[in-house]
């Protein structure tokens, strides 16, 4: 498989490789125009698919591992945006003390503080544990999770251009829905106002031209910086998610490739004997891989676990806020619509979580099955021993949990609705009253 890697990074992985191009001709049309500058570091073409543009993004944003030969310009640029973030979460919490009891005000600063509490505990997370995400990356990397055949090229690529695919919708979502607040103060009459309800050093209506540039820049950069992070780092962690689940299609597929040993059909015992010796060889194979995939799902939910629960949590009081907002706003408003845009969006990103999840679970399960319809009857008796072992350890699906606790499934996203929903209606209650 293909293995590239351009002057920086060295410190975290290998030097020395071996290339090969792919039989899939889009791979190689894309791989053909990648820059040299950009910074691969993914084993195979597969998984360079899964996870480019999250690498890229998050360079681009100073949170990626620092280059060699630019390690302290690196680190001030990634400083510099931290503070941008942090400055923006800490303005939000001033502004929301400030107006606490005015029910209204605090509803119109809430999803904004609970999003940007959200972003920046995933930042810091994503920070504390870069040891530990950069040995995940290496794990990856295993010669375990090669392929090996076309079809397996295949089933990793399919899977890669739906997340790519999925990555761009939801990033071009947040960047519209960011460019909608950040145009409300510019195409509004009457007094000045920043594009955010929170507290600033200067007022938009008592400050200079420049102040209030300088303010409303700060504004919008934070916001697309945020929308871009929050978006990139979820993104990371699903496309892990759905890695593991194409892995598991794949240990199907080979499981598939087991062939009858039939003992009548005049073949030769030598013949017979390496049937049974290759059909032990792809069984034990399989086992191998799957412990390999299991071990990796426990890596990556050790990894982003903290972040999904609060993501989920979070989530629960944004949805609940903002269908608030909705009932309040005028329909005609373009504040209506933005709102409306930024739930849709929320919705979508927590449905993505919950169905990544989902199919890493029933990929586990169907497993099973697939060892069960292999022509197991007509194997040696040590793959039928084998066989029982490893379908006995596959009576337990593999489970992604946010928090060690909750199952990313469908049945947990309509858990989250109903109970966003209840306290929407007591809030509506509230505000009624």
Avoid at 3 to 19: A, D, E, N, R, V
Avoid at 191 to 198: G, L, N, Y
Avoid at 275 to 301: G, P, S, T, Y
Avoid at 369 to 375: I, M
Wanted: overall charge neutral; glycine content about 2%.
């Amino acid at each position: 498989m293909l293995i590239i890697l351009q002057h920086s990074y060295s410190t975290y992985l290998p030097t020395t490789f071996s290339c090969r191009s792919s039989h899939i001709p889009f791979v190689n049309l894309i791989l053909y125009y990648l820059p040299p500058t950009y910074i691969i570091w993914i084993r195979t073409i597969d998984t360079i698919m899964y996870l480019k543009r999250p690498k890229m993004a998050l360079t681009l944003i100073g949170l990626w591992f620092p280059p060699e030969n630019h390690i302290i310009a690196y680190l001030i640029y990634r400083s510099f945006q931290l503070t941008i973030q942090y400055s923006f979460l800490i303005f939000n919490i001033i502004y929301m003390i400030m107006v606490w009891g005015d029910l209204e005000e605090v509803t119109i600063a809430s999803y904004l503080l609970f999003t940007q509490a959200t972003l920046c505990l995933k930042v810091t997370t994503f920070l504390v544990n870069k040891n530990r995400f950069s040995r995940l990356l290496k794990f990856l990397e295993s010669d375990i999770f090669e392929t090996q055949t076309e079809v397996e090229e295949k089933i990793l690529s399919q899977q890669a251009l739906k997340m790519w695919r999925l990555y761009s919708f939801f990033l071009a979502c947040a960047m519209s829905n960011s460019s909608e607040w950040s145009a409300f103060p510019l195409m509004e009459s009457g007094p000045r106002e920043f594009p955010f309800k929170i507290w600033m050093p200067v007022s938009p209506s008592k400050s200079s031209n420049l102040e209030y540039a300088i303010g409303y820049g700060y504004q919008a950069f934070a916001i697309f910086s945020s929308a871009t992070t929050l978006v990139t780092i979820d993104f990371i962690t699903v496309s892990m998610i759905m890695f593991a689940s194409a892995q598991l299609e794949i240990i199907a597929s080979k499981i598939e490739m087991t062939k009858p040993v039939p003992m009548s059909a005049g073949l030769k015992l030598e013949d017979q004997d390496n049937l049974i010796r290759d059909n032990n060889n792809i069984l034990k194979e399989c086992i191998r891989q799957h412990q390999a995939v299991i071990r990796f799902v426990e890596m990556v939910e050790n990894m982003f676990n903290v972040n999904i629960f609060f993501q989920m949590s979070g989530t629960v009081a944004i949805i609940c806020v903002i269908a608030f907002r909705i009932t309040i706003e005028d329909p005609n408003s373009m504040q209506f619509y933005s709102t409306l845009n930024y739930l849709v969006t929320m919705l979508a990103q927590l449905y993505l979580y919950c169905w990544c999840g989902n199919e890493l679970t029933d990929r586990s399960q169907v497993l099973r099955d697939t060892l069960y319809k292999s022509p197991w009857y007509e194997q040696d008796q040590k793959f039928k021993k084998t066989l029982c072992i490893a379908m006995e350890c596959m009576k337990r699906p593999i489970i992604f949990r946010a928090g060690y606790y909750i199952p990313l499934s469908r049945p947990t996203f309509v858990s989250i609705l109903r109970c966003s929903y209840s306290y929407f209606a007591v809030l509506n209650q509230a505000s009624d009253n």
